[in-house]
């Protein structure tokens, strides 16, 4: 969950082909319909004993208030996620909406629907690490609702 739960989260809909495969390459994106969110590619790499496989690690900043629109995210995509600054409140596949904190974490399986990504703060911002592990084939890490 992406925070994009990141994820990201938000939107990220770039393609891996456009990214450089190592850390010093980060490309940060738009998240249309949400709030002071930022999303950023910070690390990919393709697994190497997996061929057509890579991780990608996507950073969620969520400003004061901040939220992602709901969305799914790519249909290959295992996703763990980790606050590391504030609290973001969660919602998946239809769950309780649950609030993380500093050093919590949370697993996203593929095709799991993210209701809810969103700064638990109206006053203090929140960040989220999102790992991806993604088929090399799905360009994009993100899709909005509909």
Known sequence: ???????ALATLAVPSSALAHDTSH?????VPGAKSAKVTLVYQHPIPNSPGKSVKGVMVEYGPGGY???HRHAKSALIYATVLEGSVRCQLNGGP???Y?????WT???GAH???????SDSLPAKVLAVFVVDDADAELTIPDK
């Open 1 to 7: 969950m992406i925070i994009l739960r990141a994820a």
């Open 26 to 30: 980060q490309a940060t994106v738009p």
């Open 68 to 70: 992602s629109p709901p």
């Open 97 to 99: 909406v649950k609030t």
């Open 101 to 105: 904190g500093i050093g919590e974490n």
């Open 108 to 110: 996203e399986l593929p």
């Open 114 to 120: 993210h209701e809810v990504s969103a700064n638990a």
